[in-house]
């Protein structure tokens, strides 16, 4: 497969590996959350390759309105897996094209694991290396992540709200700030303090900031 790795952030903020301009391209909501969540959930490369590319597949089948041969899954194998015939491939590459949708193209849009590896890496600041359980490190890179990419939601609302004409924006800075409230003493914190100390810690007498 053509990887189209390079440069991972575009001038913009935005992603632009392969895996995020897929998601774009596709129109793939919320698939960096659903990439993370998998990933703490243990999931492995190989995994998340087929959870990308499963989505741009689902997506790309929304264009058409003719009865879907199979499910999304089966259609993904006989499209990638070694093991569907030459006949296989064929006849499902050929009902995409009836249906409109370029089968080289589309497959030309597939990621690898590495891939995905150096979305996670590069673009999510996610650590890649095979691990038992979730660091503390990974973790608030991962909150880091989905902070900074909310504050970049928001502010470009905000410009786009402004541009209507119905509404004066002004100049703003988005902020955003992640607290933690422990639902047994009722203490709040700052995620990263939460973090550095280990939790909450109740028992310890520890006082919220």
């Not at 935005?14 to 990933?39: F, H, M, N, Q, S």
């Not at 050929?94 to 370029?102: M, N, S, V």
């Amino acid at each position: 497969m053509s990887e189209g790795e390079g440069l991972t952030v575009g001038s913009d903020g935005e992603c632009a590996c392969k895996v995020g301009t897929g998601a774009r391209k596709y129109d793939i909501e919320r698939l960096d959350e659903r990439l993370l969540d998998r990933r703490a959930d243990g999931a492995s490369l190989r995994e998340l390759e087929g959870v990308v590319n499963r989505a741009i597949l689902r997506a790309a089948l929304r264009t058409t309105d003719r009865d879907l041969v199979g499910d999304v899954a089966s259609v993904y194998e006989r499209l990638t897996d070694d093991d569907a015939s030459a006949g296989q491939r064929t006849e499902i590459r050929e009902w995409l094209a009836r249906a409109g949708i370029d089968p080289a193209e589309l497959t030309a849009d597939f990621v690898s694991y590495q891939t995905v590896r150096t979305h996670l890496r590069d673009c999510l600041d996610v650590a890649t290396d095979r691990r038992k359980s979730l660091s503390v490190t990974d973790a608030a890179g991962t909150i880091e992540w989905a902070r900074s990419r909310s504050e970049g939601i928001v502010g470009r609302t905000l410009e786009r709200l402004d541009r209507s004409g119905d509404f004066d924006a002004g100049s703003v800075e988005v902020g955003t700030v992640v607290r933690v409230t422990c639902t047994e003493c009722g203490k709040s914190y700052p995620v990263g303090t939460f973090l550095d100390r280990g939790g909450c810690r109740c028992e310890s007498g520890g006082e919220g900031g």
